[in-house]
């Protein structure tokens, strides 16, 4: 645990986490100085929260650049997400990028982090012609783009590979073929390269799960190359880009069952569904929709739940939009009736809701303060980058942001969560009053960390302190001498 005093105050203190006993309905424990604190449900808003939700497609730089760098509007319509090709066409045929390409990207995540946004991007050399170039070119592309991408992280969300295919997408062009294992080993390579040229709190998506198959369970490391590390691995997710159009998502899932030996189609579907990283949350899963037909649109909240989707195209397919909102859908679980499109904007990616929390109404300067909570995950998928959780004690001129070093909010997933309780310290000097008790949930970033725009939002009414970026539990608290 950390404890970040504000306002004029630099001591270092010791925090020790310690387990006790608290029940999974929420109950204190014996001590006659603990109350619970339940918290009401906020089950219908749609508010903005980060890296989650409806992206909007803006292309930045390149052909076809739409519009200039103001994202007010993306701002204004409670989004967090904007969605960018990275357009190569006019350097297919050289392995140098100028520099005002590059710095034309610069200036684009400069913009997104003026906003509050964050960004996903996705490298391509040729729009809708199948591309032809070759693989030694387009790791140079990659170490070029990459280290404008790397010294820009904290504002973006995650990269879809790209670079292969027409509109990037793996298909329809040079080293695509999925039958050709010599085309296998040059993408494991330029995968390879992608992530060792980037850093591993970047999640990286591939369009097509028998590619992503391949790389992680079938085809053996290319001689010459190193295998994939297990933090690697875990960074591989997928972005579904004909999501419902037919059976087979047009041919996202493999109808000739290539690297899936015989497996069934639920088969195939359900290894995407359990792209599970090793420390127990969800991996990226995005996309759009590709057809004003949507052939199994009663799907959508059974497999936006199943795969954990965490974002989705607003821009693209139009009617595909429309579609999800003119369905209406009964009230089931913890869902009012309601049109799908507001379902969906509500639970993509996590929803985090507050039950109910366990802590002293009292606490001494320089003694013990235990805290618990039960939470619920309302949304689709967990918090997939890793972010701190701190409990904050602010009387309105000193604030103590007490870092939770052992959870891991990624490993909330959709259900039922119980923060253990947790025993820290206070420190001595604490000022004697009343504070607000907080639990805050900021970007990991430095950079970020204390713009509350980045910071996660619990799904509860009368919680969220805006200009603070924190979850109220109380505001009454009192600190003794």
């Not at 929420?26 to 992206?55: C, K, L, M």
């Not at 803006?58 to 200039?68: L, T």
């Not at 607000?436 to 919680?463: C, E, G, H, M, Q």
Request: glycine share 6%.
């Amino acid at each position: 645990m950390e404890i970040v005093k504000l306002k004029h105050r630099n001591a270092l203190l010791v925090l020790s986490l310690v387990l006790i006993s608290f029940s999974s309905k929420g109950q204190p424990n014996t001590s006659t100085a603990t109350q619970t604190h339940s918290y009401i449900a906020d089950v219908t808003s749609v508010f903005p929260n980060p890296e989650r939700g409806w992206h909007n497609r803006r292309n930045v730089n390149g052909r076809d650049r739409k519009g200039d760098r103001d994202y007010s509007d993306v701002s204004a319509a409670g989004h967090t997400l904007v969605h960018s090709y990275l357009r190569l066409d006019d350097y297919k045929n050289t392995d140098t990028l100028p520099q005002f390409y590059l710095d034309d990207i610069q200036k684009t995540l400069d913009a997104v982090r003026t906003y509050g946004l964050k960004i996903i991007l996705r490298p391509t050399h040729v729009w809708s012609e199948s591309p032809s170039v070759p693989e030694t070119r387009i790791v140079k592309h990659i170490e070029q783009i990459n280290a404008v991408l790397s010294a820009n992280v904290d504002v973006i969300c995650h990269l879809e590979a790209g670079y292969l295919g027409k509109w990037g997408e793996w298909h329809s062009g040079r080293y695509t073929e999925l039958s050709n294992r010599k085309d296998g080993d040059t993408r494991y390579r330029i995968i390879k390269r992608i992530l060792d040229t980037t850093p591993n709190t970047l999640p990286i998506v591939m369009r097509y799960p028998m590619h992503i198959r391949e790389i992680l369970d079938e085809l053996p490391v290319p001689l010459g190359s190193e295998p994939l590390t297990q933090i690697q691995r875990d960074r591989l997710g997928h972005h579904n880009d004909c999501f419902l159009f037919d059976k087979h998502d047009r041919g996202t899932y493999s109808r000739l069952n290539l690297w899936f030996g015989n497996k069934t189609l639920e088969q195939q579907k359900l290894y995407t569904f359990n792209l599970i990283t090793s420390y127990g949350g969800n991996k990226m899963v995005g996309g759009e929709t590709c057809s004003p037909a949507i052939d199994r649109i009663n799907d959508t909240q059974n497999e936006m739940a199943e795969a954990n989707w965490t974002e989705i195209n607003l821009d693209f397919w139009g009617d595909a939009i429309d579609m999800w909102k003119k369905r209406w859908l009964p009230a089931t679980g913890n869902d009012p009736a309601e049109w799908e499109f507001d379902r969906i904007s509500r639970k993509l990616g996590y929803r985090l809701r507050m039950i109910d929390a366990a802590f002293p109404t009292s606490a001494t300067a320089g003694e013990s303060f235990t805290i618990a909570a039960n939470l619920n995950n309302d949304g689709y998928a967990s918090v997939v980058k890793q972010r701190p959780i701190f409990v904050v004690f602010d009387n309105g001129t000193d604030r103590y942001n007490i870092e939770l070093t052992n959870v891991d909010v990624r490993t909330w997933v959709s259900g039922t969560i119980a923060l253990s309780p947790q025993k820290v310290n206070l420190p001595l000097d604490m000022a004697s009053g009343t504070y607000k008790l907080a639990l805050w949930l900021p970007d990991a970033s430095a950079n970020l960390r204390s713009r509350p725009a980045y910071s996660i939002r619990f799904a509860n009414k009368d919680v969220w302190d805006a200009a603070k970026g924190y979850n109220v539990l109380t505001e009454s608290l009192i600190i003794r001498k």
